[in-house]
RNA sequence: GGGCUCGUGGCUUAGCCAGGAUAUAGCGCCGGCCUUCUAAGCCGGACGUCCCGGGUUCGAAUCCCGGCGAGUCCGCCA
């Protein structure tokens, strides 16, 4: 109990109030019906469900509860009211004050929870046929930010990304650099595309060329060490260029996974001779498969030649996973769905742990949708490029007198900033369509407001004639709307991260962020900090700007964005 | 054709799974606020059949059924 949250505390001494005031009313109910309300801390609205059982007014029925209800000394309750047939529950200025004292000085454990477990989180995992593109860079931002969040939240987190070396593509774009000269000038992901391309283009307009691709995956699924030598320089360079990329983005990775290791390794195949003992498979047209009437599509895991398959590889690294951990997330395109699906029914049936799948809908153009094999895609690359010099122009506009190292600085976290917080901010059941007017908007974007938050409270506290400790500070000063408002929506911090963890929702904490920016903001607005009427109301106000400053640096961080100190 | 997802002011979007009190926020629009701690800010205003139609309920943006529209999947590709 003492690891919960000053909100999760709160909400539990509601219960418990509510619930022993029925022992003196006429009333019971098993579902207390509290939820967070606009118009208190915490409301209930159980009298309606108690109206038809007793055949009573529910305003009359919440406030026979309310009067019954008894605050025990101490409490983080401060007030009970009722609004009509809500009965509203208030904080305490213990609880305010408490959220100030787990915050002040809280640096980077602020928010910190308490959960345990080992989680593996692969997201990206785009195949290295070329650069990253704008699609793609949805699944690294939830995907890190959800690895962030629930680090955050207490487990333990190792990051992979699952990297398809034995794929067709590959062995496209190792048959295409044979035959096409590869831009050694150019990233290295970018040239890969560019090949990869060419030899789609050059094998729609010849289909007799495809047998040279299928007998290339023959020849990698039997390990011969040329064809392997071939797909590793592939893999390499895409793979390179790609964390590169990543890298821009606060993106990192803890493990990158070849699915090749699957098939020589000899996991594969027992995977096969495993889900032949188990009854799971039949040979339909020479092809080993696993039957899916409930999915009205069956599964083929072995193709009539005896290679395998990416799914076949999947579960293979699935079950390898399952082994190293007590939870799995994989963050997928909707385009997956289906094949994840299966996957599931597949590993269920085989008694090894299911992954999470967090689904992401898909990024498109205003002229359709993205294609890395027609060439019709924005590289992340190019976003990034973009975006940072549209904020360096940004902030030589507003700080024109800075040198150019700080601008160029602030270009990039405010730059990389807005990509993130743009992307993570919607919810990843919806469908985007990306414009680049409205991805360089910075009138729209919604990182900098948190950021400018943030290095506006670090400038207070530079200005600051002394940044007071603790126990200095007189709390009880801290008692206007603005600023009662401000520590309630720090308290909410973890359990928001909580909240985002549980549901693998990072778009939850995105909203947060700005909340709590927005709250800070009006707190600036209203109270004087530095000029404020005495020294120990001065002092109270920075002790506050200190758990902003602490609050939102950690916020930014969990989202993977630069908290500048100065912008 | 079948499966899955989405449909909320001009645009983008929260809330929907666990139904409740005036539906969230941003952009854009209109009007204010810098000799005052960073105006990448703040305040005020206009703008809504929560896709449509039924149903359940004291109460539906939220749940159920049926439509319509958009996206996506339905390869021995990944």
């Not at 590889?313 to 997928?332: G, P, Q």
């Not at 205003?366 to 940072?388: C, H, N, V, W, Y």
Request: proline share 3%; glycine share 6%.
């Amino acid at each position: 109990m003492t690891d919960e949250t000053m909100f999760l505390k709160f909400k539990d001494e509601v219960e418990t109030v509510l619930a022993d005031a029925f022992d003196s009313t006429e009333y019971s109910a098993d579902d207390l019906r509290i939820e967070e309300s606009a118009h208190a801390d915490l409301a209930s609205s159980l009298s309606f469900g108690l109206a038809s059982t007793y055949r009573q007014n529910p305003a009359t029925i919440a406030n026979r509860i309310a009067d019954a209800i008894i605050i025990p000394a101490d409490s983080l309750i401060g007030d009970v009211q009722v609004a009509g047939a809500y009965i509203n529950f208030f904080v305490s200025k213990k609880f305010l004050e408490c959220t100030i004292r787990e915050t002040f000085g809280a640096k980077e454990s602020y928010g910190a929870g308490h959960r345990e477990g080992r989680v593996i989180i692969e997201h990206t995992s785009a195949n290295p046929n070329g650069p990253l593109h704008v699609g793609h860079i949805r699944n690294s931002v939830i995907g890190d930010t959800l690895a962030r969040i629930l680090k955050k939240a207490g487990y333990e987190v190792e990051v992979q990304y699952y990297v398809n070396d034995m794929g067709r593509q590959v062995a496209i774009v190792a048959w295409a650099l044979d035959r096409f000269e590869f831009d050694g000038g150019k990233k290295t992901d970018h040239a890969i595309a560019d090949v990869y391309i060419r030899a789609n283009q050059e094998l729609g307009e010849d289909p007799d060329l495809v047998c040279e691709i299928d007998s290339m995956m023959q020849e990698i699924e039997l390990g011969d060490e040329g064809m392997i030598d071939r797909f590793s320089r592939v893999t390499l360079l895409a793979i390179d260029g790609i964390t590169t990329t990543l890298a821009r983005m606060n993106v990192h990775h803890d493990q990158f996974v070849h699915e090749s290791q699957f098939v020589r390794n000899g996991d594969v195949a027992s995977l096969l001779q495993e889900l032949d003992h188990r009854g799971l498979v039949e040979m339909i047209d020479g092809a080993l498969t696993v039957p899916m009437p409930e999915f009205d599509k069956d599964l083929v895991v072995r193709r009539s030649d005896q290679t395998s398959l990416y799914v076949t590889r999947d579960l293979a690294y699935h079950r390898w996973k399952a082994e190293r951990c007590d939870s799995m997330i994989d963050v997928l395109g909707a385009d997956h769905k289906l094949i994840s699906s299966q996957l599931c029914h597949v590993l269920a049936a085989y008694g090894v742990m299911e992954p999470k799948i967090v689904i992401f809908e898909f990024v498109s153009l205003p002229e359709g949708s993205m294609s890395t094999r027609a060439g019709k895609f924005i590289s992340a690359d190019e976003l990034l490029d973009q975006i940072e010099k549209q904020a360096l122009q940004e902030v030589t506009k507003r700080r024109p007198d800075a040198d150019a190292g700080f601008r160029d600085r602030v270009a990039r976290e405010v730059g990389v900033g807005a990509v993130r917080y743009d992307i993570v901010k919607v919810s990843p059941e919806k469908a985007t369509t990306f414009d680049w007017e409205s991805a360089l908007d910075f009138d729209k974007l919604g990182a900098p407001f948190i950021q400018y938050s943030h290095a506006r409270a670090c400038s207070i506290i530079r200005k600051a004639p002394h940044v007071p400790e603790l126990a200095e500070i007189d709390l009880s000063l801290l008692m206007s709307d603005a600023e009662i408002a401000f520590v309630k929506q720090l308290a909410r911090f973890s359990f928001v991260i909580d909240t985002a963890a549980t549901e693998l929702k990072p778009h939850i904490v995105a909203i947060y962020a700005r909340e709590l920016a927005e709250s800070f903001n009006q707190f600036y607005r209203l109270s004087p900090v530095l000029t404020a009427p005495d020294e120990l109301l001065r002092d109270a106000r920075i002790g506050l700007v200190e758990c902003a400053r602490v609050a939102l640096s950690n916020v930014l961080d969990v989202l993977g964005i630069a908290a500048p100190e100065s912008m």
